[in-house]
């Protein structure tokens, strides 16, 4: 397709399982975001991919979320141990720019822990 | 605490009015400026962006400027149509690459 890519774009769990969403992005594109989407806020920044440099981390908000992306393709987001408070909206985007430019999202991926 | 602050949180307006969002941001590294529009479930779209060196950038009935030295920029949409309706989110960047965005601003265009 020519957009990017989110699955699953609904998943319920129970509170201590571990989840994982995955984004595939537009192909060609270097950068790619996480973003955490909670019901009526803002989009809070989780983690960043360029190209092959180190990701940026800095907002992962415990050691309990982690994120992977091989090469410049899929991105998998990793919550282990899931709490109530995880429930939210997992948006990805991808970026043909080096430095900040246009992002492009997918339509998210809702996460309901019970 | 928050990158970007973002006001109004909510904005009601008669269609054919003005509508304006600002936002104020801290880092003066940051150089790049965009606004995105998430209609209901939806990903946010880009809808205008500005960098540094510009003080303003319009496109049609979308403008946005920016006051560098005061660190805050601003939406503009004049002529409302009940299509703009939206959640509309101001977002700063820098060199850095990631991209920090404001709370949003729910913007309700009434016929």
């Known amino acids: 397709g020519a957009g990017v890519s989110q699955s699953p774009s609904n998943k319920v769990t129970e509170k201590g399982k571990d989840v994982e969403l995955r984004c595939d992005p537009i192909?060609?594109?270097?950068?790619l975001y996480w973003y955490r989407q909670r019901l009526g806020q803002g989009l809070e920044f989780l983690i960043y991919f360029q190209g092959n440099s180190a990701p940026d981390k800095s907002g992962l908000p415990s050691d309990r979320f982690s994120a992977e992306r091989t090469g410049e393709s899929v991105s998998t987001l990793t919550i282990q141990r899931t709490q109530q408070e995880d429930s939210a909206v997992y948006l990805c985007a991808s970026s043909s720019y080096r430095v900040t430019g246009e992002l492009f999202f997918g339509e998210g991926s809702r996460l309901t822990v019970l | 605490g928050e990158n970007v602050e973002q006001h109004p949180s909510t904005l009601s307006v008669q269609e054919g009015d003005s509508a304006v969002i600002k936002c104020t941001y801290s880092?003066?590294?940051?150089?790049?400026f965009p606004w995105y529009k998430q209609e209901l479930g939806k990903g946010p779209q880009l809808i205008i962006d500005i960098r540094s060196n510009v003080g303003e950038k319009k496109d049609q009935r979308i403008a946005v400027t920016l006051n560098k030295t005061a660190k805050h920029f601003s939406l503009h949409i004049t002529e409302t149509q009940p299509e703009d309706s939206a959640v509309y989110f101001c977002a700063e960047g820098s060199t850095l690459g990631r991209l920090y965005f404001g709370r949003g601003t729910q913007l309700t265009v009434w016929p």
């Open positions: 880092d003066s590294a940051s150089n790049y």
């Open positions: 192909s060609g594109h270097t950068a």
